[in-house]
């Protein structure tokens, strides 16, 4: 499908435009709606791609089309007006997962390292679709480790397969690793780095693109590497699509630093027999997440003038709605939707 971006107004304005609740019933709006992307095709073809997420910041999956409302200048359309659609990421967006593993002495040389396996497998089972699934292509994964070694390595290579992602979780080995430090901090700084180059890939592309960097650890850093202040700014300074969730294990940790890393989420587990519900607790997260990304594609009844399109998303209780504009210049009634 062939569509042009456009931008109405600097892009400062536009970004002032867009909000979450409308200032009249803030008290009311629990939901934020933020619009990501959008488009105009003619004849009258309007496409805003969006994301939902809750008060806390956790992403709205599962989201159908009763669950939205779209107005136009303030006055509801319904689709009797405006054939439309609204549909999840399938096929539109590119979710991106980089999981770093600390596989230094305190992992390999212990009986953790049997643990850490299953649960980073079981990991993988909760947010890679399996190729049934619409979203196949759209959630992809690479998986690397760090110790004490300057530089991570990478265990396996970006794909959207869950069994050569687990694979590639059996082939580790208690002799991989010549370096029983752990590079924290290199790794929070090289994680970054990776997830950054593939949310650059992917917008060059011109197509949109969100990333999260995962980074488990049983202990603090030792190599001394890096400092925690540019591990931090690295992380103060990583792109707004890229989100970071951190896990702990054991009573080594520096929960502090944890905490800070993992500014999207940060777990721990005292023991490996937790270990896998850790796991599982970000992969629901990441879940909701990558699936709270709505395209709405429909045909607009305008004909002229800049138009201000409202997104109104309700689930339960909690309602939360996204403003933008568009331009209707030469729009007609020939609009289809494929």
Not at 49 to 77: C, K, M, P
Not at 86 to 112: C, K, R, W
Request: net charge negative; glycine share 8%.
């Amino acid at each position: 499908m062939q569509q042009s971006k456009f931008i109405l107004f600097l892009s400062v304005l536009l970004l002032g435009l867009v909000t979450s609740c409308g200032s009249d019933d803030a008290e009311n709006v629990s939901l934020a709606v933020t619009i990501e992307d959008q488009f105009v095709n003619l004849p009258s073809n309007v496409s805003v791609f969006f994301r939902v997420e809750d008060g806390a910041g956790n992403g709205v999956a599962g989201l159908t089309e009763d669950d939205f409302i779209i107005y136009e200048n303030g006055s509801v359309i319904s689709e009797f007006e405006a054939t439309r659609k609204i549909q999840p990421n399938e096929q539109v967006f590119d979710y991106h997962i980089t999981l770093m593993l600390d596989l230094s002495g305190s992992v390999l040389a212990s009986e953790n390292l049997a643990g850490l396996k299953q649960a980073a497998k079981s990991f993988i089972d909760e947010v890679v679709p399996s190729s049934e699934e619409p979203s196949a292509q759209a959630i992809k994964m690479d998986i690397w480790w760090f110790d004490g070694a300057e530089n991570i390595k990478q265990l396996q290579a970006v794909s959207t397969s869950a069994v050569e992602l687990k694979a590639a979780i059996d082939n580790i080995s208690p002799q991989m690793s010549s370096d029983n430090s752990t590079n924290l901090y290199g790794a929070v700084i090289q994680g970054l780095e990776v997830a950054n180059q593939k949310l650059t890939q992917t917008r060059n592309l011109d197509e949109i693109a969100s990333s999260a960097l995962v980074i488990f650890t049983d202990g603090t850093d030792q190599a001394n590497r890096n400092t925690k202040g540019q591990a931090l700014g690295a992380v103060a300074n990583a792109d707004r699509d890229i989100s970071i969730y951190t896990i702990g294990l054991g009573g080594e940790i520096d929960e502090q630093v944890l905490r800070e890393v993992g500014k999207t989420s940060f777990v721990s587990a005292a023991n490996i027999g937790e270990l896998l519900d850790s796991f599982r607790e970000i992969g629901d997260l990441i879940n909701g997440r990558a699936n709270s990304y709505y395209l709405l594609e429909y045909c607009s009844p305008k004909r002229s003038g800049n138009n201000q399109l409202t997104i109104e998303v309700t689930k339960g209780t909690l309602v939360g709605r996204a403003n933008t504009l568009f331009d209707a210049s030469d729009f007609n009634g020939s609009c289809t939707l494929q």
